[in-house]
C-alpha cells in the first residue's frame, strides 16, 4: 500500500514565529482525518478554536491499493472514459531509434539514440490524430547495453511496457508511446551526472515521430498531443536543467504533466519554482473563468462546472515518488513548499470559487501530489508492487492522447429536444435471490438471562418478516437485480430494486453535484473518494454475518469502502484504545458511542489518525509524552510508548476484521472512517456509523417499504427473544 497525500495550512495562519517544523508536522496530522472525512467547512471550524495555536491544515490522504488488487484506477479526477467497452490490453514493441540529430552527447557511440514503447494499431491510425507522449529521463546509463542499468536493455525499462499497457486498457481510445533518450553518466567534480545533450523536448519528440513514420512502426501524418516529462534519479537533473531554459521544455500548450521518481537532488529549489509557477498558470486560468462569466441565477454553477472542466481536463499534473534514502526529505520539502503556496493563495482561490471553493481545492490539489513509497529500492521505484508509473499516468487527464481529441466535442443534450429530456433510466432485469435454509442462531443460549437457544433459517424467518409486512416473499425475492453501476463503480452483489432505484435517483444528484461538466458518474465516485477497489462493495446477503437479521438479507443495505470504514463497538478492550489514544493526543479520554455525529465521529477519527502516527514520528510521540499527565503515558519513555501504541492497533484491527497486512496499513494511515460528508448526506439512507458505529453501512430501513420491513425486523427478533424465555421456563420447571 502507499499513501498519498497533500497538506495545505489555512490561510492567514502562519507558523508562529519559534514554532518548530516537527511541532508543525504534528499540526497538519491532528488536521488530517477530519479534512479528509469532514470536509473543509469542518477544519475552517477547528482552525477557528484557540487550541490550534495559530496554525492547521487540510489534509487530503487516500489509500491506493496494489494494481494487483484493483483495476488500475485513477488515483484522484482522472477517470477512464465510462461507458466504454473495456479494451483487449495492446502490445508494446521497444523499438530503438538511431541517428536523432537533436541528442548530441559527449560520447559519439551512444548520441543519438533513444528508446520508443509503442503500442500496436498505431502504424494503421489515421493521420492527423493525436498521440500522447510519455518523454522519460532515466537515471543512469551503463556503457554497455547489457547492463542492467541501460535503457537499451529491457531489464532497465522497470515494467514500463506493461504499465503503459494496463494504463492504455482502462482507458479505450487513448493512444501514448514513450519515448526515453539515450543519455549519459558522466563524473564532474567527483560526482556523477546524468547528461543528455541539451535537447528542445518538442524538437526531440518530433524527430522520433518522423522516425517512426519512416520505419512503419506509427502511421505517417500523426501529431504530438499532450506531453509528460518523468524522470528518474539523475534524469531529475536534466529536468532542472530544462527548468532554466524554458525553450527546452514543450510548449506550454502541449505540456501537460511532470512525474518525478526520487529525482530530486541539490535542485530543490528549481522544483520549488516551476511548481509554483504550474500552480499559479492553473489560478489565473480559474480567475477568467470566474471573471468572464456571464451573470444569471445559476451564474455561480456554470463558473464551477467550467473550472472543474478545466482542472480534470486542462489542469497540469505533478505527481512526486519517493521511498528511498534521502529522497523522501526532499520531496517532503517539495510539499511543504505547496502548502505554503495554497497558504499565500487561500484569498485568491476563494475570489475565483465562490461557493464551490471547497470542491474546486480539492480538484487544484488532487494534481499536486506526493506520494511515499515504503519499500522502494530506488531502481525500482517506477515500479514497486504498487506500480507506480501507471498509478501516475492514471491521474492524466481523460482527454489526453484521446482519438480526434483536437476536434472532440462533449455531447450535450438539446434543451428544445423533449425526447432527450424525458429520456427515462433504462429499467432493472428482475431476477431471483434464493436465502440460506441453513439454520442460523438467532437467540443464543444464555443460562445467567434464562434464554434457550432459537434457531431459524433465513428463507424462513424472512419470508415471515415480509408476511407480517403485508409482502409477497416470493415476489419479494424475484424482485433482485444484479450488476448494479453506482458513481462509475460496479456492485458485483444482486439487490432488490428498491435499492438499485434508490441508487439511480441519488446518483443524478451526486453527479451533478460532483460530476464536473459532463456530470460523469466516475468522476463524481472519484471526487467523492469512492473506492474502486475490488471487494469494497456489499449488498444482498443470503444469510446473517454479525447481525441476527440485517436489511443485507432484504436487499435493501449497501457496504462502501468496506476496508477503511469498519464497525466500531466492540467492548472494553476497544474502548481501552480509544481511552489511550485521546489521553495522549489531547490529554483527555475518548470513547465511541451509538448516536454520534458525523462530526463527532471525524474528530475520533481525527484523533486515532494521529494516535497512530506516533508510530513513526519519535519527534511527535516524544513532544507528547513531555507533557502527559495520566498513566500510562506519564513518565513513559518513547519505547514502550511505542510499544503500547502498536498493541493498540494491533487490538484494533483485530477487532475491526482488518488484520492483513494491507488493511492494518489502512487503519494506520487514516482510522476507522474515510467516507466524506457529501457522500454520507448524498446517499439519502440511514448510515449505520451514526445509528450504531457500522461505518461502511447504508440501508433503506427509514423509507419506502424498507421502513415497514425494518419494523417487522424488531418485532419479530422480540418475538423469538420472548419464545426464548417461555422455552427455557419450560425446560426447567421446579
Same mark, same amino acid.
Given at each position: ?277 504550474? &500552480?499559479? %498558470? @492553473?489560478?489565473? +486560468?480559474?480567475? *477568467?473563468?470566474? /471573471?468572464? $462569466? ?5 451564474? !455561480? ?32 520539502? &517539495?510539499? %511543504? @513548499?505547496?502548502? +505554503?503556496?495554497? *497558504?499565500?493563495? /487561500?484569498? $485568491? ?5 465562490? !461557493? ?32 507506480? &508509473? ?345
Amino acid at each position: 500500500m502507499i499513501r498519498r497525500f497533500l497538506t495545505q495550512p489555512a490561510a492567514g495562519t502562519r507558523a508562529a514565529r519559534g514554532t518548530s517544523a516537527t511541532e508543525q508536522r504534528q499540526q497538519v496530522r491532528m488536521m488530517l482525518a477530519l479534512q479528509r472525512l469532514a470536509g473543509n467547512a469542518a477544519v475552517t471550524e477547528a482552525i477557528k478554536s484557540p487550541s490550534s495555536a495559530g496554525w492547521a491544515a487540510d489534509v487530503i490522504q487516500r489509500v491506493c491499493p496494489p494494481v494487483a488488487e484493483s483495476a488500475p484506477a485513477a488515483p484522484t479526477k482522472a477517470p477512464a472514459p465510462a461507458k466504454e467497452k473495456a479494451a483487449a490490453e495492446p502490445k508494446i514493441d521497444s523499438v530503438t531509434v538511431s541517428g536523432l540529430s537533436s541528442l548530441k552527447l559527449e560520447s559519439s557511440k551512444k548520441s543519438g539514440q533513444a528508446v520508443a514503447l509503442v503500442p500496436d494499431g498505431l502504424a494503421t491510425a489515421t493521420a492527423g490524430e493525436e498521440v500522447a507522449v510519455l518523454l522519460h529521463l532515466h537515471g543512469k546509463f551503463g556503457e554497455d547495453p547489457k547492463d542492467d542499468a541501460s535503457p537499451l536493455n529491457p531489464k532497465a525499462l522497470l515494467e514500463m511496457p506493461a504499465q503503459m499497457a494496463a494504463f492504455l486498457q482502462s482507458r479505450p481510445g487513448t493512444r501514448m508511446i514513450a519515448i526515453m533518450p539515450i543519455g549519459e553518466t558522466v563524473e564532474v567534480g567527483g560526482k556523477y551526472d546524468t547528461r543528455f545533450g541539451g535537447f528542445s523536448a518538442d524538437t526531440l519528440i518530433n524527430e522520433v515521430f518522423g522516425k517512426l513514420a519512416g520505419s512503419g512502426q506509427l502511421a505517417k501524418g500523426l501529431k504530438p498531443g499532450g506531453i509528460v516529462i518523468s524522470v528518474h534519479s539523475g534524469g531529475g537533473l536534466e529536468l532542472g536543467r530544462m527548468f532554466a531554459s524554458a525553450g527546452r521544455l514543450p510548449s506550454k500548450e502541449k505540456f501537460r504533466g511532470v512525474f518525478a521518481f526520487e529525482s530530486i537532488h541539490k535542485d530543490l529549489t528549481s522544483y520549488q519554482n516551476f511548481v509554483r509557477g504550474k &500552480l499559479k %498558470d @492553473d489560478l489565473a +486560468a480559474l480567475t *477568467t473563468l470566474a /471573471e468572464s $462569466a456571464e451573470g444569471g441565477p445559476d451564474r !455561480a454553477d456554470k463558473v464551477f462546472r467550467d473550472q472543474a472542466d478545466y482542472l480534470q481536463n486542462k489542469g497540469f499534473r505533478f505527481m512526486g515518488f519517493a521511498g528511498y534514502g534521502g529522497y523522501p526529505k526532499a520531496f517532503h520539502a &517539495l510539499h %511543504d @513548499d505547496m502548502c +505554503a503556496w495554497f *497558504t499565500d493563495k /487561500e484569498g $485568491a482561490l476563494r475570489k475565483a470559487a465562490g !461557493a464551490h471553493y471547497d470542491a474546486v481545492l480539492n480538484l487544484l490539489w488532487a494534481n499536486y501530489q506526493v506520494t511515499d513509497v515504503p519499500g522502494s529500492g530506488h531502481y525500482d521505484v517506477l515500479a514497486t508492487k504498487n506500480r507506480n &508509473l501507471q498509478q501516475a499516468l492514471g491521474t492524466l487527464p481523460p482527454t489526453i492522447g484521446r482519438i480526434a481529441a483536437s476536434t472532440a466535442a462533449v455531447p450535450t443534450v438539446q434543451r428544445d429536444d423533449p425526447a432527450a429530456v424525458a429520456t427515462k433510466p433504462p429499467a432493472f432485469k428482475k431476477e431471483h435471490y434464493a436465502m440460506s435454509t441453513t439454520p442460523v442462531i438467532l437467540v443464543p443460549e444464555n443460562a445467567k438471562q434464562g434464554m434457550a437457544e432459537v434457531s431459524v433459517d433465513p428463507a424462513t424467518f424472512c419470508a415471515e418478516i415480509l408476511t407480517k409486512a403485508k409482502l409477497d416473499p416470493a415476489a419479494w425475492y424475484n424482485s433482485f437485480t444484479s450488476g448494479v453501476s453506482f458513481l462509475g463503480r460496479s456492485i458485483p452483489d444482486p439487490m432488490h430494486i428498491d435499492l438499485a432505484t434508490h441508487l439511480q435517483t441519488v446518483e443524478k444528484d451526486l453527479k451533478h453535484r460532483f460530476g464536473g461538466p459532463t456530470e460523469d458518474p466516475q468522476i463524481a465516485g472519484d471526487t467523492l473518494r469512492l473506492s474502486s477497489k475490488e471487494g469494497d462493495f456489499a449488498a444482498a446477503r443470503d444469510h446473517p454475518t454479525k447481525a441476527s437479521i440485517s436489511m443485507h438479507m432484504f436487499g435493501l443495505a449497501i457496504d462502501v469502502n468496506y476496508t477503511a470504514n469498519p464497525m466500531l463497538g466492540h467492548g472494553k478492550d476497544e474502548a481501552a484504545v480509544f481511552a489511550s489514544a485521546g489521553l495522549l493526543v489531547s490529554g483527555t479520554k475518548a470513547a465511541f458511542s451509538n448516536g454520534m455525529s458525523y462530526k463527532q465521529l471525524s474528530e475520533l477519527d481525527q484523533m486515532l489518525t494521529t494516535y497512530f502516527s506516533y508510530l513513526d514520528d519519535d519527534a511527535a510521540l516524544e513532544a507528547r509524552l513531555a507533557v502527559a499527565t495520566d498513566a500510562p503515558w506519564k513518565g513513559l519513555k518513547k519505547g514502550p510508548a511505542r510499544v503500547q501504541i502498536q498493541q493498540d492497533l494491533n487490538t484494533a484491527t483485530r477487532l475491526w476484521a482488518r488484520s492483513d497486512a494491507d488493511q492494518v496499513s489502512v487503519i494506520k494511515a487514516g482510522g476507522f472512517l474515510d467516507l466524506t460528508e457529501d457522500l454520507v448526506e448524498g446517499m439519502k439512507m440511514s448510515w449505520g456509523g451514526t445509528e450504531y458505529g457500522d461505518m461502511m453501512h447504508f440501508d433503506l430501513r427509514d423509507q419506502g417499504e424498507g421502513q415497514t420491513i425494518h419494523q417487522q425486523i424488531v418485532s419479530y427478533k422480540t418475538a423469538k427473544e420472548e419464545e426464548s424465555q417461555s422455552r427455557w421456563a419450560k425446560a426447567h420447571k421446579g
